[in-house]
């Protein structure tokens, strides 16, 4: 299965993005949304799970979407939060399950910097910025999650 991850759009949507998720079977978005009609074209593609950001809450968005969220996809253990950080520190304090698991993807956005690592065999994903660029170019990823494996990709967009 291939997901497509999108983070801070902040109501923007860079027209590349469409193309480069197509043949996804779903997206999620990992907050600082900005608008709910992002989520409307991401679903145009394939059904969305999105979180809120920093910057939506006190919105309707905060209200619609969680500020966390897990999903298991394939054998897969998925966490999608918004504020990560370098994977380093993050390994220290994984949030886990009520059974305890922790998670074997990691998805964060938030600086707006891509990043696909693997650390201590868990991945750690953000995949930039899909609407707002700070110096860093404009940037999807697309996850592969398979019989309990996970491997990932960063899409650079074309501005």
């Known amino acids: 299965m291939e997901i497509g991850v999108v983070s801070d759009t902040h109501g923007k949507l860079a027209a590349a993005a469409l193309p480069a998720l197509q043949g996804v079977e779903l997206i999620v978005h ?35 979407y969680p500020a966390t969220r897990w999903l298991e996809r394939e054998g897969v253990l998925i966490y999608l939060t918004h504020i ?29 910097r891509p990043l696909c690592e693997m650390y201590k065999g868990i991945l750690f994903l953000n995949p930039g910025t899909a609407g707002a660029p700070r110096g860093a ?23």
């Not at 399950?97 to 707006?112: C, D, K, L, N």
Request: no cysteine.
């Open 30 to 64: 990992a907050g600082d949304i900005g608008d709910d009609a992002v989520v409307a074209r991401l679903t145009t593609v394939a059904p969305v799970l999105a979180i809120h950001g920093n910057t939506d809450r006190g919105t309707a968005l905060a209200r619609t």
């Open 84 to 112: 990560g950080g370098q994977p380093h520190h993050l390994v220290q304090s994984l949030p886990k399950t009520a059974e305890g698991r922790v998670p074997q993807v990691y998805i964060f956005g938030h600086s707006h």
């Open 137 to 159: 170019g404009l940037s999807v990823a697309r996850l592969r999650v398979e019989n309990g494996q996970a491997s990932a990709v960063i899409v650079p967009l074309a501005e």
